[in-house]
């Protein structure tokens, strides 16, 4: 098989939001399904490609999915402060799991971190249940950071996420 990974094209945004929040949603990820505030950021890839490196994962011309690095602090990172890169929002497509895509996307986000000076580690959140995500993490030497646990939703108690980093 022959993913490559590149910078996600104009042409491409709409394709890869709508993978992005069918992931979300297919996989149980959104509190409140289609009305969840949060789709309408995980579609618009246009405005984090504007502040942020959108990677997608394409075989023989098609996305099988994408990923969000964010190199540093700004108005992309969720936690990341100085020195620290982020990734954020990944997501395969039903047909493109299991092929090393996701993998794929990660590896590429941690050369990047390894590319930008001053950077000396890269981090992420994940929900409790992305167990196949956890895995891929794990395998490619992130550690569980439970001290930057967070919750997105203050007003709901049950949205902690973890925190995974790599120390570059």
């Known amino acids: 098989m022959d993913i490559v990974i590149r910078p996600v094209e104009p042409g491409e945004h709409e394709e890869l939001g709508e993978i992005t929040a069918q992931a979300y949603l297919l996989d149980g990820l ?22 942020a490196e959108v ?3 394409v075989e023989n011309g098609t996305v099988l999915g994408g990923v969000t690095f964010v190199p540093g602090p700004g108005p992309m990172a969720d936690m990341a402060g100085p020195g620290e890169a982020e990734i ?6 039903r047909a493109g799991r299991g092929r090393g895509a996701g993998e794929a996307l ?7 971190a390894r590319a930008t000076e001053g950077c000396v580690r890269i981090l992420l959140s994940t929900q409790r249940t992305m167990h196949s995500a956890h895995r891929i993490y794990e395998r490619l030497g992130f550690t569980r950071s439970p001290e930057r646990d967070w919750n997105p939703l203050p007003e709901l108690d049950d949205i902690t996420l973890l925190t995974y980093e790599l120390t570059l």
């Open 30 to 51: 959104l509190d409140f399904g289609e009305s969840d505030a949060y789709l309408g950021e995980l579609r618009n890839v246009g405005k984090r490609a504007a502040a």
């Open 55 to 57: 990677l997608v994962a």
């Open 88 to 93: 954020r929002m990944l997501a395969v497509a």
């Open 106 to 112: 990660v590896r590429a986000c941690v050369d990047r």
